[in-house]
């Protein structure tokens, strides 16, 4: 049986990383375990907790059982990321966003999914923030609880931080954002064609 305390610090952060990337060998190189570890970990924490959490038909993992137990740990493990010392948010950067912020290393790197997926993965708070490309035509996020914050108009679309409206005045987070903002400028240093948005 698995402890409590390890399903917060060890189980949790598997699950959480399972649905980012829905695969046990990326897990398993980014915790830097075996991935029968992985597979052990996240069944052993799924039962315990009884979250029935299993790779799904659309091949992503997720829980589909007690999703008010699995909120409360995410907001826990969450808080836990953040106030940290040093603070180690979970973020991600994706597509013409992943280039820009790249000496930035982002927790995880191109294990975006569609942009609807990226927005569900902060509204659970497995995610901390993203720095995503959309095309300018798009529309803004649907989502009331999130805050986008456009960095950089390119050829290619537009580069926006997306995260947690209760989040935006967090420390870890606007020292995050801060160091995104300086790498589109340096970036912008190179490219002057493309536009601050900051």
Known sequence: ?????????????????????????????????????????????????????????????????????????????????????????RWLACGHAAEVTGA???????????????????????????VITRPSHAAPAAAADLLELPVLRHPGGIDLILMRRDLSDHQALQALIAAVQQQVRQHLRQHPEQEWLG
């Open 1 to 89: 049986m698995v402890p409590l305390a390890d399903i917060l610090f060890d189980g949790l952060p598997v699950l959480d990383l399972l649905e980012i990337t829905p695969s046990t060998s990326v897990v398993a190189q980014i915790t830097q375990r075996d991935q029968s570890s992985i597979s052990r970990i996240y069944r052993q924490v799924s039962r315990r907790l009884g979250l029935d959490f299993r790779k799904q038909n659309d091949g992503r993992y997720r829980a589909s059982a007690n999703q008010v137990l699995l909120e409360g740990l995410r907001r826990s493990s969450q808080w836990m990321r953040l106030q940290a010392a040093p603070a180690a948010p």
């Open 104 to 130: 930035q290393q982002p927790t995880l790197m191109q294990h975006c999914g569609d942009p609807m997926q990226v927005e569900r993965l902060l509204q659970e708070r497995v995610l901390d923030l993203a």
